[in-house]
């Protein structure tokens, strides 16, 4: 959406008009209603098709437990995905509702910068309306892109945008890429029981820990997912059958490689919706690399009046909770009512892949840029979760890394851990970093027997001692 002032319930005397950026609708045709990415075509439809998958292994290790479950498992994606679907829609009247309650004006129309304090909006029927503002502020987020120079690939590729709203199941299917939606996507598909494979050009979950996204990978390759490596797509052509054939070149070989699928869908990034805003009219400056919004720390553009949170500034995680939170700190500025400003560091967060990865503050790697690596410590431990034992499930890839400050009283810089529940497990400690955790923080803290979590508390063996970091015990 793109607001001229906002208004929460704590700032009711503000009046604020929302006006939506572009339609809700992909370039496949799939169409949703309000709410943005994490309602419609994110993490609340991505968390529940995860979920379907987690429910498909416990299945299994029920029958391991002396569950009697007749004849073979299999699902079936309509009805997952109408209830999804009917979830989703939920949540799109429950936000009318509440933009009502609030008494804010929502306007489905998209909207142009005219000036500095002057938005045009434009029907669907062509209908033109002029609204005037002191502050405007833009949270127009971002969209799956497409790789447009593959030939097929448009016309062929589905997206994140569509792969949650499609009313038959994707059967076989190329998941293009290696990000947290890339993998996400791929995991719940497997867990589902598709045959699914990712295409990765160099290296997956960019920006995470690599120790961790290695693990995270080995655990999805174990779980079923196929991986191509170092493979670049050149193109998509659909043949007479109805399947979809890929070529691509194997980087590692050299070669060109086929195959078919049911679907291909493109993982590849997210583009900001900057481009028709008239940002640079009225001297707004973007990023030309990303095209997204240069924001100072109060979300304020280059333009006074003009704010930007969320997606579409520069620098800023892309994360639902980050912007929410960003949007309702600004909007208690524009009313005066404070002058606190979002604290982007140590924000957590988790993929929800088959293992579940969630970390908070520095990956391994960022820590040693920043302090050097004789400046850190870093504790580990490979744990079996108690789940795990009687399913006999390998538990190779559950993990914990506690990254410190060598010196002092060992504070902690970054916390990482694959397994059950990450995001429960992740956002408890998360916590603590506002406060300034350290390592005897940690020890001091008396765990919850027997939960994956309580591992956290008993780490001690660092890597640079070389020992085994193995869990033995209860």
Known sequence: PLFLRIVYNHVPQMVCYQINKTSHASLSGTKWGIGGTCVNVGCIPKKLMHQAALLGTALKDAQKYGWQIPGPISHDWSTMAEAVQNHVRSLNWGHRVQLQDKEVKYLNVKGSLLDEHTVKGSTRTGKEIMLTAKNIVIATGGRPKYPTHIPGAVEHGITSDDIFWLKESPG??????????????????????????????????????????????????????????????????????????????????????????????????????????GLEKVGVKLNKESGKILVAADESTSVPNIYAFGDIGEGRPELTPTAIKAGKLLARRLAGQTNELMNYDNVATTVFTPLEYGCVGLSEEEAESRHGKDSIEVYHAFYKPLEFTVAERDASQCYIKVVCKRGGDQRILGLHFTGPNAGEVTQGFAMGFQCGATLTHLKETVGIHPTCAEELTKVNVSKRSGLDATVTGC
């Open 172 to 277: 076989k299917t190329l998941v293009v890429g290696a990000s947290y939606v890339a993998l996400e996507c791929a995991g719940f598909l497997t867990g589902i029981g598709l045959e699914t494979t990712v295409m990765v050009r160099s290296i997956p979950l960019r920006g995470f820990d690599q120790q961790m996204a290695g693990l995270v990978t080995d655990y999805m390759e174990a779980y079923g997912t196929k991986f191509s490596w170092r493979s670049v797509p050149k193109s998509v052509d659909k043949l007479s059958s109805g399947v979809l054939q890929v070529t691509w070149t194997d980087e590692q070989t050299g070669k060109d490689q086929r195959d078919t699928f049911d679907s291909v869908l493109w993982a590849v990034g997210r583009a900001p919706e900057t481009k028709t805003l």
